[in-house]
């Protein structure tokens, strides 16, 4: 909230996405693994470190820097940010206990996963994709 009123980059959103959430997660999951901490330590350490940088950003009106950030650059990160946000999701839409944090290893550790595909979560994905192409 502190950079929202004290940052000056235009383009720059602060919020929960999928992609912040993702990263946050795969380093939560090395660091508590390194350092022998939990992972609520190491969570609220991460929250912190974060919210001190984006308000020293903001005090010190460093939201200019997103101007030299040329558009092709920021159009390959949100296209490659849905790309790996749909793999992680396909085994969740395939009922498998696959994971990874890394695409290679969504792909290999979902292709590689033991068990079958579960029906009954497909058809309850197809029916909800198709009904929110629908409402869309």
């Known amino acids: 909230m502190v950079y929202a009123l004290l940052g000056t980059g235009r383009t720059f959103s602060v919020g929960p996405v ?7 997660a795969t380093a939560i999951k090395e660091a ?5 901490t939990g992972a609520v ?11 001190l940088c984006l308000t020293l950003l903001g005090l010190f009106r460093f939201g ?3 101007n030299f950030l040329s558009r092709p650059v920021v159009s390959g ?19 498998l206990p696959a994971n990874g944090d890394t695409l290679p290893d969504i792909f290999y550790n979902t292709f590689a996963a033991e068990g079958s595909v ?13 009904v ?4 869309d």
């Open 77 to 95: 990160f949100i296209s490659a940010s849905g790309v790996v946000i749909a793999a992680s999701q396909a085994p969740l839409l395939l009922g």
């Open 132 to 135: 929110a192409s629908l409402l």
């Open 118 to 130: 579960s029906n009954a979560t497909l058809m309850r994905c197809a029916i909800t994709i198709h």
């Open 41 to 51: 330590e190491t969570m609220v350490t991460l929250t912190v470190l974060v919210g």
């Open 64 to 66: 200019f820097i997103a």
């Open 18 to 24: 999928a992609i912040v959430s993702i990263l946050s």
């Open 32 to 36: 508590t693994a390194t350092l022998n």
